[in-house]
């Protein structure tokens, strides 16, 4: 008889913030009918903690897999950095105001996507937030003064990004302007490993990067991986998750203000900037979304700063499902999550 353990790992950032989600998977003996087993590897990469997790007859196809899935994350790392000097996004960023900057298709490509997701959330996911962004100083808990604010916000927008598809090149109009992707990024990365592990042989597994999720067809016992999604007002030990989410061949992302944050004089100030304001969103405590990718997932989880009835709308329009949670605890789901969803707690 072959025996089951449920073996529950929690995915925390490099800081060691939680980022809000937990993976049970059970871990089956080789001893299984199909010789099937599961094989799951953690390194830091893209700038946080990533797991891989795959499912093999052989030990040598899954760390061929994972040994790929991590090069690649490496190779988009030094491609789309905001704080490398050597990126193709700083090159855009450098250029800024002076010249197009011919790029490679997957910084094109992620560049497309991201200008999508602003023009579908009119403008509350943008990815030139960037000088927005190195204003405020979350760890160093630095407030700016509302004067640079709106300096910056005079650079901020994502109609200033001009795309030539054909010459592959992007040009940022507004001299000072930057495109930071760390709202796309590690979902982007995500649908590429998933891609590589494919390419690899492998059709079953789930992949962490941060926050990001994203799961190939179902576990060697013919179950769904379960994912659990955190309380983003987490009080104690035994209130950590607030619900599980079944997942095959699906993606989840949550972005939440619990993530990286501070608090002064009663105020949370956390990092999910609203572009319009320049000052963090007070919409909701976070927002979960499940969808068919993680590069939608990862972008549209920044319905958090249109709030829950905006952000319904979206999310029925473009036919993915998402969670607000408010900051008292209150919660609003699209139709679609209703019956797959299990809450741990009333």
């Not at 010789?35 to 390194?43: D, H, L, V």
């Not at 200008?115 to 030139?128: L, N």
Request: proline share 3%; with cysteine.
């Amino acid at each position: 008889m072959p025996m089951n353990l449920k073996l529950t790992i929690t995915i925390k950032s490099i800081s060691s913030m939680a980022i809000g989600l937990l993976l049970a998977l059970p871990f089956l003996f080789s001893c299984s009918s199909s010789s099937e087993r599961i094989f799951k590897e953690t390194r830091p990469s893209m700038y946080t903690i990533v797991s891989i997790t795959v499912v093999s007859r052989t030990d040598d196809q899954a760390q061929k897999a994972i040994n790929a899935s991590y090069a690649e994350l490496d190779r988009l790392a030094a491609l789309l950095n905001f704080y490398s000097n050597t990126s193709e996004i700083s090159a855009i960023n450098q250029y800024a105001g002076e010249k197009p900057v011919k790029v490679s298709g997957d910084t094109l490509d992620i560049i497309v996507k991201a200008v999508y997701a602003s023009d579908m959330t009119d403008g509350a996911f943008d990815v030139t937030v960037g000088p927005l962004v190195k204003l405020w100083d979350i760890q160093n808990k630095v407030i700016p003064d509302q004067k640079s604010i709106e300096e910056r916000l005079k650079i901020v927008g994502y109609k200033s990004i001009v795309l030539d598809k054909a010459a592959s090149t992007v040009f940022l109009k507004l001299k000072g302007a930057q495109i930071d992707l760390g709202g796309i990024i590690k979902g982007y990365a995500v649908d590429k490993v998933v891609e590589v592990l494919r390419q690899n042989g492998i059709r079953s597994g789930i992949v962490a990067v941060g926050g990001e999720i994203r799961s190939l067809g179902k576990k060697p016992d013919g179950t769904s991986w379960v994912v659990g999604v955190q309380n983003p007002r987490q009080k104690g030990t035994d209130d950590e998750v607030i619900a599980t989410v079944e997942l095959s061949d699906k993606a989840l992302s949550t972005s939440g203000d619990y993530i990286r944050y501070f608090e002064k004089d009663g105020v949370r100030y956390h990092h999910l900037l609203d572009p319009k304001t320049g000052y963090p969103s007070r919409q909701c405590g976070s927002v979960t979304i499940v969808a068919e990718d993680n590069t939608t997932a990862d972008s549209f989880s920044k319905l958090f700063v249109l709030g829950p009835e905006k952000g319904l709308a979206v999310a029925k329009k473009l036919g993915f499902d998402v969670m607000f949670i408010d900051c008292k605890g209150k919660i609003v789901m699209s139709d679609g999550l209703k019956d797959k969803i299990r809450f741990t707690r009333n």
